[in-house]
């Protein structure tokens, strides 16, 4: 088993940044955010797997960077200029697998964290 605790969630207004941080209990190869708000389907945000390879969504390319440190088991969320339409409850999640953009565009991973809240004001 894989725990994952999110955290660095906070309310911001439009053009801020904030970043979230993920402990995990042990390593995995691949490791992504994803977020949810109401109304709207669970979008993979961001993924990293074991050596580095990333993938974003479209949506945050360019404002989001996603990072790992290994020696810490954590999984980072850099996230600028943040828009309200960012606003989302914020998982993280581990996979032991291979695949890792694949994983982060179907949601396929074995271990999610709770969330952290998100929310950006105008």
């Known amino acids: 088993q894989v725990q994952l605790v999110e955290s660095g969630g906070d309310s911001v207004q439009a053009g801020g940044s904030l970043r979230l941080s993920c402990v995990a209990s042990?390593?995995?190869?691949?490791m992504a955010w994803f977020r949810q708000s109401p109304g709207k389907e669970r979008e993979g945000v961001a993924s990293?797997?074991?050596?580095?390879?990333?993938s974003y969504a479209d949506s945050v390319k360019g404002r989001f960077t996603i990072s790992r440190d290994h020696f810490k088991n954590t999984l980072y969320l850099q996230m600028n200029t943040l828009q309200p339409e960012d606003t989302a409850l914020y998982s993280c999640a581990a996979d032991g697998g291979s695949d890792c953009e694949w994983r982060r565009l179907h949601g396929r991973f074995d271990y999610w964290g709770q969330g952290t809240q998100v929310t950006v004001s105008s």
């Open positions: 990293i797997d074991y050596y580095g390879v990333l």
């Open positions: 042990r390593s995995t190869y691949c």
